[in-house]
Structures are given as structure tokens and as C-alpha cells.
């Protein structure tokens, strides 16, 4: 029988970088809020081969003293936490003191910081959580994090990274969301050298918002704002046209700190639910703020969830503002005349003398041609009829299946086009003048990819 053993403390900090650092971006979301905490007011971030080779975040705040630099890199060791009550009320990003070493545990790593003041730094370098070496370095104040070699000695855990691309959209899109909370520092990021965002301090929502989705979009958006028993909703959406097909563009942000929320993602949904489609998502920027002792933040090991002690109320809040917006004369001037996106008893007749391929259901010229698709045989078995306008019902000896026709007639587009990718070119001309698009930094990432 296995006996019970205290684990020595290399394997406990290991254990722990599994919890915390999944990924480059789990590095870089703990290292900016640490950067953010210390009152930094410009912060930069430089990656290497999308953070594995290298990820360095330095920033200009209040820096550490040299003795608080060896108790940093030890866990459980914070400036933000002295009494339990003040677990009750956690007014920074961070609070547990362990994200450092657990970064340091699965890096090469050096910490240089500089305390405000002084013109002496102190330098630590080590791995896999061990110090090498510590010197005192002339400096300037502020703190430099430098983690090398991301699980260099778990490379068990590097096979579970994806493409260079999509682990930097990944990271660009924390950093961008950090910002957006931030508008009053100034962020940086680049990549092997090269410039990939920068957030100048901004004195509005909306600049900060044109920054990093661009100036033209970020003019179009509705002013939110409300207040219910003391939750304060505030922030910028997207008028129901500029909608999109994903949730990407939501962004909610509680007292500083962006999250994810089902419950308040649903709130925004239904206050625009007479206004977009069931497949549209809004555009969002909300910030939730109220007292820190209404929210825990201490439910999650990367902090990604929060729990409200009156989350109808915050519901509540986020929907009546959001509502409200939307019920600005502007809103409603672009939508007069033409029926809600989401009346399901709305029902636009189609000639019946017009030919399948004709047209969509919404009379749009469709771009390809179609061919009926033949059922019989297939391996849903026989169709026995149709729902609703909507889904083909099949069944075979043993199971029925409902299958949804829009999502079926885009898979049939989709590898259709595959096939002609593979085969030749596609037939394209030329612009007789160039039409430029503006990408926001996330969408140039996600076209190179």
C-alpha cells in the first residue's frame, strides 16, 4: 500500500502551473495584471514564436524591493491580501500569489525590478522554478518578467498547444480585452520584432474602442448606460446591422476584470433578441461595476468566472441599459419598416412560379448555382417529410433524424468550394479599383491565419 507523502515543493509548483498556465496567453494574462496592479502605466509584451520561445512583459510601475523579489517567486506570497476580511472584498487582479511561480516552475525565467526612487535593480534568473543567480543591476523603475521556453520540462504539455497563429490570435485577443478594461495605460505587443498592437492611453471608451477595432466602427457604436441598486452598466454596442456570427465580439469586463458570464451574455442576447437573428451575436463593450464585496472572483483558478451575490440584479442592470440604448431614435429611424429579425411569424411569400435556384429566402441572388439533393439512399436513411419550413425529418430502421436545411445547404456549399479549391483556382477579376477593408488587429491575425 502507497503511503501518504508530502510532495516536495518543484512538484507542487508544477502541479500548480497546470491549473494556471495552459497556454502563451494564460503567461501573458498573469503577467500584465500583475503589471497592471503594480500601477503601471505603459506595459509592453514581446513574444517569440508566439510566446514558446520567449513571452516578456515589462511595465513602469512601482517595482519590488530585492528582498520582495525572492518572496515573489515563492507561493502564496502577496502584496494584496493581509487579512480575511479582505479576501471579501478583492479590489486588484491578482490576489493568490502563485501565478509567478507557477510560470517560473515550467520556464527559464528572470525577473528584473526596480523599486520607484531607486537607480538599483535586483536581477534573479533561474529554471524550472530553481534560482540560479541574483544580482543588484543598475535599472530604471519597474518591473521586466522574461519567461523562456514554455514547458521545456513538461514537453508533454507542448503537444497540446496549436499553430503559432492561433496561439497568438489567442494571446492578441486577451491583451486587447485587458485593454479595452484599461483605457488610461498605454499597451503594447509585438511579435519576433514586429508590431502587432498598440493601445495609446486613451481618455475615452470609444478611442481606446477605435484603437483596437478601428475608428469607423467604433464611431458607429450606441452610448450605454444605467444604473440599478447599485450596479453601474456602462460601455459602448454596435447597432443591430453590424452584427456578427460569433460571440467574439462581446466583451464584458466586471470591476476591471474581463469575464466570461453566461448569465450576462444571455441578458445582452435578450435585450437584442427582437432585433437580430437567431444566428447574429452583438457587437459589445460592458463594463459592470459595483461594490467588490457583491462579487467573488475567487471561484476559478484563472480567474476567467466571477460569482455575484445578486446576479438577477446584475442581469437586471445589464439588460435594461443595454435596452435602453437600443431604443434610441437612431436605432430606431434604421429599423422603421422593416419587420423584427427574430419574428418567427413573419413570413415573406415567395412566387411560385420562381425557380428553386432563383433566389434565397431572403431574395438575395444566390452567388452559386444549386442541385436538388437526393435523400433516397443516404445514410439518414429515407426522408419522410418536412418541419416547419425548416428541418428535413429522415428515419431509418432504427433512429429518426431532424436535420436543419440552411445548416445542411451551407455544408454542401462549403465542400463544394473545397473541391473546386482543390481541383483550380476559383475564377476571380480584378477590381477596377481597389476597395480597402480595415481589419482590427485580431481580424488581420485571423486572415493570415
Same mark, same amino acid.
Given at each position: 500500500?502507497?503511503?501518504?507523502?508530502?510532495?516536495?515543493?518543484?512538484?507542487?509548483?508544477?502541479?500548480?502551473?497546470?491549473?494556471?498556465?495552459?497556454?502563451?496567453?494564460?503567461?501573458?494574462?498573469?503577467?500584465?495584471?500583475?503589471?497592471? &496592479?503594480?500601477?503601471?502605466?505603459?506595459?509592453?509584451?514581446?513574444?517569440?514564436?508566439?510566446?514558446?520561445?520567449?513571452?516578456?512583459?515589462?511595465?513602469?510601475?512601482?517595482?519590488?524591493?530585492?528582498?520582495?523579489?525572492? %518572496?515573489?517567486?515563492?507561493?502564496?506570497?502577496?502584496?494584496?491580501?493581509?487579512?480575511?476580511?479582505?479576501?471579501?472584498?478583492?479590489?486588484?487582479?491578482?490576489?493568490?500569489?502563485?501565478?509567478?511561480?507557477?510560470?517560473?516552475?515550467? /520556464?527559464?525565467?528572470?525577473?528584473?525590478?526596480?523599486?520607484?526612487?531607486?537607480?538599483?535593480? /535586483?536581477?534573479?534568473?533561474?529554471?524550472?522554478?530553481?534560482?540560479?543567480?541574483?544580482?543588484?543591476?543598475?535599472?530604471?523603475?519597474?518591473?521586466?518578467?522574461?519567461?523562456?521556453?514554455?514547458?521545456?520540462?513538461?514537453?508533454?504539455?507542448?503537444?497540446?498547444?496549436?499553430?503559432?497563429?492561433?496561439? =497568438?490570435?489567442?494571446? =492578441?485577443?486577451?491583451?486587447?480585452?485587458?485593454?479595452?478594461?484599461?483605457?488610461?495605460?498605454?499597451?503594447?505587443?509585438?511579435?519576433?520584432?514586429?508590431?502587432?498592437?498598440?493601445?495609446?492611453?486613451?481618455?475615452?471608451?470609444?478611442?481606446?474602442?477605435?484603437?483596437?477595432?478601428?475608428?469607423?466602427?467604433?464611431?458607429?457604436?450606441?452610448?450605454?448606460?444605467?444604473?440599478?441598486?447599485?450596479?453601474?452598466?456602462? @460601455?459602448?454596442?454596435?447597432?443591430?446591422?453590424?452584427?456578427?456570427?460569433?460571440?467574439?465580439?462581446?466583451?464584458?469586463?466586471?470591476? @476591471?476584470?474581463?469575464?466570461?458570464?453566461?448569465?450576462?451574455?444571455?441578458?445582452?442576447? &435578450?435585450?437584442?433578441?427582437?432585433?437580430?437573428?437567431? &444566428?447574429?451575436?452583438?457587437?459589445?463593450?460592458?463594463?459592470?461595476?459595483?461594490?467588490?464585496?457583491?462579487?467573488?472572483?475567487?471561484?476559478?483558478?484563472?480567474?476567467?468566472?466571477?460569482?455575484?451575490?445578486?446576479?438577477?440584479?446584475?442581469?437586471?442592470?445589464?439588460? /435594461?441599459?443595454?435596452?435602453?440604448?437600443?431604443?434610441?431614435?437612431?436605432?430606431?429611424?434604421?429599423?422603421?419598416? %422593416?419587420?423584427?429579425?427574430?419574428?418567427?411569424?413573419?413570413?415573406?411569400?415567395?412566387?411560385?412560379?420562381?425557380?428553386?435556384?432563383?433566389?434565397?429566402?431572403?431574395?438575395?441572388?444566390?452567388?452559386?448555382?444549386?442541385?436538388?439533393?437526393?435523400?433516397?439512399?443516404?445514410?439518414?436513411?429515407?426522408?419522410?417529410?418536412?418541419?416547419?419550413?425548416?428541418?428535413?425529418?429522415?428515419?431509418?430502421?432504427?433512429?429518426?433524424?431532424?436535420?436543419?436545411?440552411?445548416?445542411?445547404?451551407?455544408?454542401?456549399?462549403?465542400?463544394?468550394?473545397?473541391?473546386?479549391?482543390?481541383?483550380?483556382?476559383?475564377?476571380?477579376?480584378?477590381?477596377?479599383?481597389?476597395?480597402?477593408?480595415?481589419?482590427?488587429? @485580431?481580424?488581420?491575425?485571423?486572415?493570415?491565419?
Amino acid at each position: 500500500m502507497t503511503r501518504i507523502r508530502r510532495l516536495p515543493d518543484h512538484l507542487v509548483n508544477k502541479i500548480a502551473a497546470g491549473e494556471v498556465v495552459e497556454r502563451p496567453a494564460s503567461v501573458v494574462k498573469e503577467l500584465v495584471e500583475n503589471a497592471i &496592479d503594480a500601477d503601471g502605466a505603459a506595459i509592453t509584451v514581446d513574444l517569440k514564436d508566439a510566446g514558446r520561445q520567449l513571452i516578456r512583459v515589462s511595465d513602469d510601475g512601482t517595482g519590488m524591493a530585492p528582498d520582495e523579489v525572492d %518572496l515573489a517567486l515563492t507561493r502564496h506570497a502577496t502584496s494584496k491580501l493581509a487579512t480575511d476580511s479582505d479576501l471579501e472584498a478583492i479590489a486588484t487582479l491578482g490576489f493568490r500569489g502563485e501565478a509567478l511561480p507557477a510560470i517560473c516552475a515550467v /520556464t527559464r525565467f528572470s525577473v528584473l525590478s526596480c523599486e520607484r526612487g531607486s537607480e538599483t535593480g /535586483t536581477l534573479v534568473r533561474g529554471e524550472g522554478g530553481a534560482v540560479a543567480e541574483k544580482l543588484l543591476v543598475a535599472a530604471t523603475p519597474g518591473t521586466l518578467v522574461e519567461a523562456q521556453d514554455l514547458f521545456f520540462n513538461t514537453p508533454a504539455r507542448l503537444k497540446f498547444l496549436k499553430s503559432a497563429q492561433a496561439e =497568438l490570435a489567442q494571446t =492578441l485577443r486577451l491583451v486587447q480585452a485587458i485593454a479595452l478594461a484599461h483605457p488610461a495605460i498605454h499597451f503594447r505587443l509585438t511579435h519576433n520584432g514586429k508590431p502587432v498592437l498598440s493601445a495609446p492611453r486613451a481618455g475615452t471608451l470609444r478611442d481606446r474602442l477605435g484603437a483596437i477595432l478601428g475608428f469607423e466602427p467604433a464611431s458607429k457604436m450606441l452610448e450605454v448606460r444605467g444604473t440599478v441598486g447599485g450596479v453601474t452598466v456602462s @460601455g459602448l454596442i454596435a447597432p443591430p446591422q453590424l452584427s456578427r456570427g460569433n460571440r467574439d465580439a462581446i466583451t464584458l469586463i466586471v470591476n @476591471g476584470r474581463p469575464v466570461r458570464d453566461t448569465l450576462l451574455t444571455q441578458a445582452l442576447l &435578450d435585450a437584442h433578441r427582437p432585433l437580430l437573428a437567431r &444566428d447574429q451575436f452583438p457587437v459589445a463593450l460592458l463594463r459592470i461595476d459595483l461594490p467588490s464585496r457583491e462579487v467573488d472572483v475567487n471561484v476559478h483558478p484563472t480567474k476567467a468566472w466571477v460569482r455575484f451575490r445578486a446576479p438577477r440584479l446584475v442581469q437586471e442592470a445589464l439588460f /435594461t441599459a443595454v435596452q435602453a440604448a437600443l431604443r434610441s431614435p437612431r436605432v430606431v429611424q434604421s429599423q422603421g419598416g %422593416l419587420a423584427a429579425a427574430g419574428d418567427a411569424d413573419h413570413v415573406v411569400p415567395v412566387p411560385s412560379d420562381a425557380p428553386p435556384a432563383a433566389t434565397t429566402d431572403d431574395h438575395q441572388p444566390r452567388l452559386f448555382g444549386e442541385e436538388s439533393a437526393v435523400f433516397a439512399g443516404a445514410r439518414f436513411g429515407t426522408v419522410i417529410g418536412q418541419l416547419q419550413d425548416t428541418f428535413i425529418v429522415a428515419a431509418s430502421e432504427d433512429e429518426v433524424f431532424f436535420i436543419d436545411q440552411h445548416v445542411a445547404h451551407e455544408r454542401v456549399l462549403f465542400e463544394r468550394l473545397q473541391r473546386a479549391l482543390r481541383g483550380s483556382p476559383l475564377p476571380s477579376q480584378e477590381l477596377l479599383f481597389a476597395q480597402p477593408v480595415e481589419l482590427g488587429p @485580431g481580424q488581420a491575425e485571423l486572415l493570415k491565419e
